[in-house]
């Protein structure tokens, strides 16, 4: 089960670490920034592929920095990340 449940899993990611289904196949850099916070935040909805992806996107201020500039892309120059580090940290709401 582990072979299949890897096999999804990397589907996901895929989809996940580009953000949009147009783009089905994301690089292992990014498969591999994402694949913690997946197990981490959104194990549950292992293999629903858009519900991982809703629940990233809806996870920003939890994601790891990685991961965070996989399904925002572009955002990094703008403080996206740092913002959702103020928001972990309690810094603000």
């Known amino acids: 089960m582990l072979p299949k449940l890897a096999r999804v899993l990397t589907i996901a ?3 996940a670490a580009i953000g949009t289904s147009a783009f089905a196949q994301g690089t292992m850099q990014q498969q591999n920034a994402c694949r913690p916070d997946v197990f981490r935040l959104c194990g549950s909805r292992i293999p629903n592929v858009e519900a991982i992806v ?3 996107r809806d996870n920003a201020a939890s ?3 990685p991961c965070h500039e ?3 892309p572009g ?3 703008q403080g996206s990340y740092e913002q959702a580090a103020r928001v ?3 810094e603000i709401r």
Do not use: K, M, N, P
């Open 88 to 90: 972990r940290a309690g």
């Open 63 to 65: 994601l790891s920095e």
């Open 13 to 15: 990611l895929a989809v």
């Open 70 to 72: 996989v399904i925002f």
């Open 75 to 77: 955002t990094a120059d």
């Open 54 to 56: 809703a629940c990233l």
